[in-house]
């Protein structure tokens, strides 16, 4: 029986790994893993056998990725552009700075600038990960017309449908120079909170695991602790006390929020995990149970992280703001794991 073939893959905008360490367990080679963040080096050279070029993609050298895809049979070309310009949140703060159409300028140059290589480079398969708004955009068109002689597929994937324990919506494309190639229905059994973080040691707001200075809960005023503890797991705000209210949810605006100061149920997957994933009072983080918010831990593992992924080294202190950033605009590590194994069948039917 002939040797499957070998795939090198790239992956440009790596963050902290997420994708990568997904393909790697499908079994995946990734040489190579770009992104102009230096506090993505060590998680992403630590947790994963790539090697890490701290650089912009928009002056990237193709020589340099080149060199890398060519190093198996097959290549591999996979990125996701930064998406905050197709972020409710960011739309929303640009609008309350001016009154124009979004987006515009530079938001879609890093998107650009993946279909150039993938013009210049020919790899054999290409993945991109994004968020659904950009399958509405011109840029999204730009980039199918630039893959042109491509089989393509895309699709808006539901992630508690491929076994993330997390309510999150991405578009996934894939790419195809050796045949077509399809995106499946996912259907997946659904995971929950309870299965991921139901076993970690349980911590008061503000104590830090002594074993895991990831599993750390950040403080709660003596108002939200108040807050919290009138909760309920799936509940919202409106199961408080009028006096805990605050004067936001009073407004008509506020009344459209209502999982904001929430606690996760344990039965169903987590809400989204963002950058802010680790406040109380910036959506349904609470925990499930303890009177506090989900730790920096929690939340990589509802990212599809593996327990022991080191996200710093050792020497360096622990910053909400830093890792909640890596851990929220991860690609998510299941995702990553369904994209190589449908790669892998891939080449296993068509070279």
Not at 127 to 140: A, G, H, S
Request: glycine letters at 8%; hydrophobic letters at 35%; charged letters at 25%.
């Amino acid at each position: 029986m002939p040797r499957e073939p070998d795939i090198a893959a790239v992956d440009l905008f790596c963050g902290a790994g997420g994708l990568t360490h997904g393909l790697e367990l499908a079994g995946i080679k990734v040489n190579l893993g770009v992104d102009i963040d230096p506090a993505c080096e060590h998680p992403f050279k630590v947790n994963n056998c790539a090697q890490f070029l701290r650089a912009d993609v928009n002056t990237l050298a193709p020589s340099t990725v080149a060199a890398e895809l060519n190093k198996s049979a097959i290549s591999l070309l996979a990125g996701c552009a930064p998406c905050q310009p197709f972020s409710t949140y960011s739309r929303a703060s640009k609008k309350s700075k001016r009154d124009a159409s979004l987006p515009d300028g530079d938001d879609w140059q890093l998107v650009e600038r993946f279909g150039d290589l993938i013009t210049e480079l020919k790899p054999d398969l290409v993945t991109m990960e994004n968020v659904p708004p950009l399958v509405d955009q011109p840029v999204f068109r730009t980039l199918l017309e630039q893959l042109s002689g491509y089989n393509v597929d895309f699709a808006v994937i539901d992630c508690p449908r491929i076994g993330l324990p997390q309510r999150r919506k991405r578009l996934v494309l894939v790419a195809s120079r050796l045949g077509p190639i399809n995106l499946p229905d996912f259907n997946a059994p659904q995971t929950n909170v309870r299965d991921t973080i139901g076993d970690l040691p349980s911590l008061l707001a503000g104590e830090v695991d002594p074993h895991d200075r990831l599993h750390r809960a950040s403080r709660l005023s003596d108002l939200n602790m108040r807050r919290i503890k009138a909760s309920k797991p799936g509940g919202t705000w409106r199961d408080w006390p009028i006096d805990l209210r605050a004067e936001c949810h009073q407004k008509d605006t506020g009344a459209t929020y209502p999982s904001v100061y929430g606690r996760m149920d344990w039965d169903e997957p987590s809400p989204t995990i963002t950058t802010q994933c680790f406040g109380y009072g910036n959506g349904r983080f609470g925990h499930p149970e303890q009177h506090r918010a989900i730790t920096l831990r929690e939340a990589a593992m509802l990212q599809g992280f593996p327990r022991e992924y080191e996200f710093l080294p050792a020497t360096e202190p622990v910053s909400f703001a830093r890792l909640g950033k890596l851990i929220g605009n991860a690609v998510p590590v299941k995702l990553g794991e369904v994209i190589g194994k449908l790669m892998k069948e891939h080449v296993r039917n068509f070279h």
